[in-house]
Structure formats: C-alpha cells, structure tokens
C-alpha cells in the first residue's frame, strides 16, 4: 500500500509540476519586464516636458519659435511619436515652432484610467496645448496651429477642428484615416494586439527584442540614428499595444461614428485649409475612396500623392510631406493678408 501511495503522489506531482513550472516562468518573465522598465525610465531620458492633465502626466515636446505653430499627432500604436514623426518635425523645427504630443500610454505619458472616446481624447488634447495660457494675457495664448495627423491620428485632428475650431489654422493628414473608414472598421485583428500586449508584459517580448518580429512591432525606421532607434525600442518594450491604445483601437468605429454624426448634422471644417497626403501603396483596396472622403471635409483642400507606405516615414517621402507643410503655411499666411 504504501509504494501505491508513493506512486500516486509523484503521479500528483508530475501532473502539477508542469503548470508549476509555467506559472513559475510567468512570475520570473514579470519581474524581469518591471525591472528593465524602471531600468530604461532612469536610462532613456526625456525630450520634452510633463504638464498634469487632471491627474495624468503628458508629455509635450516643443521646439523652434514662429507665429503658426505645428502641433503633430501620431498613428496609433506609435511608441514613440517623437521618433515616428523626427524626421518631419526636425526638418520643420529650424523656421518653425513644432510641438509633438503623446495621448495616454504613448511615450512619455502615463496611463490613464479614462474612456478613449474621441472627446475625452480632445478635451485632454485642448487642456494640454493651452496649459501656458494665462487668463487675461493674450500673448501668453497658443496661437491657431497647423494640425499635421498621421493615420489614425487624424481622427482626433478633425474632431478637435469641429469642437475646437478657433485653434486650426490647417490641417495636413499623412494617410489619414478618414471618419467612413474608421466607422466601418473591423477589429477581428484586435487578438493580435491583445497577444503582444501579454507577450509585453510577460517579457517575452523583451526576450525575443532582436527578433524581426519585435522590429516591425516596434515600427523599427532603420533610417533613423542609434539614439532615436534605441529611445523607440526602450519605450515599446514597455507600452507598445498597451490597454489605453487597445481601448483606442476598440473605440475606432464609435469614434468614427460621433464625427460622421456632427459631418451629418453640418459641422464640417468650413474653409479650414485641409492637405491630404496619400502613400500610392496602401494595401486597402477602398483607400482612394477614404482619401476623397478627407478632401469633402473642407472648401479648400487639395491631395499629394508620395511612393512609399508612411506607416514608417521613409527619407525619400520626407522632402515632398515637408513642402506640403510649408506650403500649406504660406498659404494661411496669404489667407490672412486678404482681410
């Protein structure tokens, strides 16, 4: 009896142990994530400024000086908007006043508990951006910005237009996506960023940092210089497809239904100037008609095609993005001598 009694228990044993194991690696896999996060937080450094938005810290990078500022937004799932959008902005930064932004759970902002409604996302956006405006002294005030939206980004840049509208003096979309898309979006694909999110946090990710897998996840530009490839891999090993941008994601056809609903009701962007820029390989078969959708949003608007996908911001795109830009502004600058 007793050697069937010994038998039972390693059976018991063998059985646990494998679950065991596995938990035990999970645990080991966290603790390793925490450490190489509080690690790269002291490591990585800062380029801009945290500013308290109800309770949130988000970041805020300025630079240059001029009397139309660019305020720039990236895609979704950006670690980094800073280093996704570099090469445009420090093209931009020498004869002009450029500020990038990280919505919650990008870049240097923290997480936030909130819905990611697309009014919640703008009203976070418009409390940021005029964090420095002191009542009653009008030269402390942000002037009207030249909102440049890359992808999904532009969701948010056309909302903060129909509630905001004193504040965009333009807007230019990188492959933005338009309102109708974003309405009619599935997220079959959401497993998928569910998976990196706990291979993330588990760090497998981590482990698997050098793979060619974690560099299209991380939107790896190996234009970009060391530093910069560095900075986005540090913070995507941390929050890349982290809950806020998962939220976001899921929030896509509702978000794009509220801005369709207020097109509907009248409030498109009037004679606010809109430039759209679309990449010739977009692998959407209905994008042109998206793209056409964007134009229809304003009286003054006008289309630019570039070769190459922007999902990542190719060097050779990068010449014709930034004279859209620029000539966008002098545009504005024409617009406004004719009063």
């Known amino acids: 009896m ?7 228990r390693k059976e018991k ?15 080991l896999g966290i603790i390793y994530q925490q450490i190489a996060v509080y690690y790269n937080a002291s490591h990585l450094g800062r380029m801009g400024r945290l500013i308290d938005i109800d309770g949130v810290n988000m970041h805020l990078y300025e630079s240059g000086n001029s009397d139309i500022p660019i305020v720039f937004t990236a895609n979704i799932g950006s670690n980094v908007p800073y280093v996704d959008l570099y090469p445009i902005h420090s093209a931009l930064s020498e004869n002009n006043e450029v500020m990038i932004y990280d919505r919650p759970g990008y870049g240097w902002s923290d997480y936030t508990s909130k819905s990611r409604d697309i009014d919640q996302i703008c009203e976070e956006i418009h409390t940021l951006l005029h964090a420095d405006d002191i009542p009653g002294d009008e030269d402390t005030y942000l002037e009207p910005f030249v909102y440049v939206a890359q992808g999904m980004g532009a969701l948010e840049a056309i909302r903060y237009a129909q509630l905001y ?15 109708s898309f974003a309405a009619d979006y599935n997220n079959i694909m959401i497993i998928e960023s569910f998976m990196v999110n706990g291979l993330r946090n588990t760090g497998l990710l981590r482990l698997m940092s050098n793979s060619s897998f974690v560099r299209r996840t991380l939107n790896d530009n190996n234009e970009l210089t060391d530093n910069l490839r560095e900075l ?6 941390e929050k890349n497809w982290n809950r806020n941008v998962i939220a976001e994601k899921l929030k896509f056809p509702a978000n794009g239904q509220t801005i369709l609903d207020a097109i509907n009701a009248g409030q498109t962007l009037g004679d606010i100037p809109v430039r ?9 078969s209905n994008w042109s008609r998206t793209q056409k959708s964007l134009l229809s949003l304003s009286t003054d608007s006008s289309q630019t095609f570039v070769k190459d996908s922007t ?16 000539d966008l502004i002098t545009h504005i600058h024409e617009l406004r001598d004719d009063y």
């Open 232 to 237: 986005n891999k540090g913070i995507g090993l």
């Open 311 to 326: 999902t990542i911001i190719n060097e050779s795109d990068v010449p014709t993005i930034v004279s859209t830009i620029d």
């Open 276 to 284: 759209v820029i679309t990449s010739e390989s977009n692998v959407y």
């Open 2 to 8: 007793r050697i069937k009694r010994t038998s039972r």
């Open 13 to 27: 044993f063998k059985k646990r142990l494998v679950p065991l194991t596995i938990l035990g690696l999970v645990i």
């Open 165 to 179: 509208p004193e504040d965009v003096a333009g807007i230019v979309f990188i492959e933005g996506t338009s309102p």
